[in-house]
């Protein structure tokens, strides 16, 4: 049976492992048994993941979902090398990353070494070559899909709006309220996340008499429960949402609006338009590949 150590930093990048298990797999998500094959689920695991697989000289996947630009910016890597199987970083005095500089000169040392690499779109694909100089392959993911299921929709007064991702600068959830400012009438917003942005938030919502809350999902969870969905014009949205959902973009307060109306009249979306991205299928796509990286 095909051995698998398997690195998450939380539940969601494990939703594929009882398929996998079920397939065949035999896959250990802690201690230190040797594995024919390590898998490090997202950049927080890359570290990890490399250290025991040099520990017990196994093979490597990483799966890295982004390089954010606004974290690079133009900055090179820092000084990173490996000692007895350890990652050591010397901080380069400049020219290094914007923010977190450590963190993501590891995760490339680690790439540049790793047997295979793997991103959730072709968008990261490129970024990955580009600025690490590292051959990934683009396999799709998965969305909770034993949590988001169709759900009956009925009509509410006030009308309700979610704005979904981490309550951050950069995500601009501002242009949400203030869309909503222009609207008649005028909506309940809920902004699902966490963040520092949540007072400011508050404060601009109350200034254009919006109402908001917070919690946490994604596009791709509204179109898994019917929910008409408006999302922001990025490659990763198209390349995988494809026509499911209506696009906006968030600097531009009239072209939210303008989606918001239209998402509003043509009403609820087929959740066949994620069906791609189940948990089911993610894990019936895992197997040809991980068995190229173990040679089975």
């Known amino acids: 049976m095909r051995s698998v150590r398997w690195f998450a930093p939380n539940r969601y990048c494990g939703l594929v492992v009882p398929a996998l298990r079920e397939a065949g797999w035999s896959i250990a998500t802690e201690g230190e048994d040797s594995a024919d094959l390590v898998v490090a689920m997202d950049g927080q695991s890359a570290v990890l993941g490399f250290e025991f697989a040099r520990r017990?000289?196994?093979?490597?996947?990483?799966?890295?979902?982004?390089?954010?630009?606004?974290?690079?910016?133009?900055?090179?890597?820092?000084?990173?090398?490996?000692?007895?199987g350890r990652i050591r970083r010397v901080p380069r005095v400049l020219?290094?990353?914007?923010?977190?500089?450590?963190?993501?000169?590891?995760?490339?040392?680690?790439?540049?070494?790793?047997?295979?690499?793997?991103?959730?779109?072709?968008?990261t694909v490129t970024d990955l070559a580009g600025r690490f100089g590292v051959e990934a392959r683009s396999v799709a993911y998965c969305y909770d899909s034993a949590r988001f299921r169709p759900v009956d929709r009925q009509s509410e007064t006030p009308q309700r709006r979610l704005s979904i991702s981490r309550l951050v600068p950069h995500k601009n959830h501002d242009a949400v309220i203030r869309a909503a400012s222009r609207m008649e009438p005028r909506p309940v917003v809920h902004l699902i996340g966490q963040g520092p942005e949540a007072p400011a938030l508050v404060r601009l919502a109350a200034e254009l008499g919006v109402r908001l809350e917070g919690f946490g999902l994604t596009p791709i969870e509204g179109v898994a429960t019917g929910v008409p969905t408006v999302a922001s014009d990025i490659p990763p949205r198209r390349e995988h949402l494809g026509n499911t959902v209506h696009y906006s973009n968030l600097e531009d307060e009239f072209s939210l609006v303008s989606a918001i109306r239209i998402a509003i009249e043509v009403g609820s979306v087929d959740p066949a338009g994620v069906a791609h991205l189940t948990i089911e299928r993610a894990a019936a796509r895992f197997p040809t590949h991980l068995a190229e990286l173990v040679g089975t």
Request: proline residues 7%.
């Open 95 to 123: 020219g290094g990353f914007r923010e977190r500089a450590g963190h993501y000169s590891r995760i490339a040392f680690a790439a540049r070494r790793a047997d295979g690499v793997w991103a959730p779109s072709i968008a």
């Open 56 to 84: 017990h000289r196994c093979r490597l996947l990483l799966d890295l979902w982004d390089l954010p630009p606004w974290r690079l910016g133009g900055g090179r890597p820092d000084v990173v090398f490996e000692w007895r």
